[in-house]
């Protein structure tokens, strides 16, 4: 009896520790996880002279993912059981982003708008965001950005981002603050050259307005000079009519 009572009390256990064991390697690995995402601001944001508007479109999203999706959870056996959601789109989280840089900068960001518009306008293709997780998070992020100056590519360059860092209970805690590390080295690669390619543009195009003002201030000067001597011409014709 009491060895019959030993060898339940030693399937218990056992049944008990391939439980536990089940529901750490892939238990506590289902179910989305959703994340929340804010604008980061770079480390190095020079400010620039030339106070102008620019407008930064929608970005493009690439990926072929969900428009939110922004990571994979994985169980102890690598399996992929499920995603790491934003609790707002990729796109508007780099948008907002460039926003949010741009005025630190001393610019007037615009949301929106269409790509064939005038003016400086600043468009985004993100052809990947997404953080993986094994003995540790392995997250990067590649942004193609564009500069046109009234529907002029004026520049356009590619910028990366990459964050590592271990992994302990892969929970949306620690997704978030891996997700914000790669979204800073980005920026923080991104917008020194950015901002000094874009003081440039923005310089000329406001060069370039300057002086088509100028010129239309001539020409409407000329053409009001030239209509007031018709003017005094046609006057002094019709009193010679007259006389």
Known sequence: MIKRDMVRFRNCILIGCAAFSIAVLSGCAFGDRVVCVTPVIAETCPETTVHTEIKVLAPEDSRGKKANFVAYVRNGFRMHTADVLADKTVQQWVQDTLIANLKKAGYNPIAGGDKNIDGISISTKISKLECDVGVQY???ITITVTVQKDNVTAFQDTYHGEA?????WMNSAEYQDVLQKTMQNCVNNMMPDLLRKLEKVSAEYVSEKETENSSKVINDSSKAE????????KTNAEKDNYF
């Open 164 to 168: 590592k860092q271990p992994g302990f």
């Open 226 to 233: 030239k209509n007031k001597n018709n003017a005094v011409n």
């Open 138 to 140: 392995d997250s990067s």
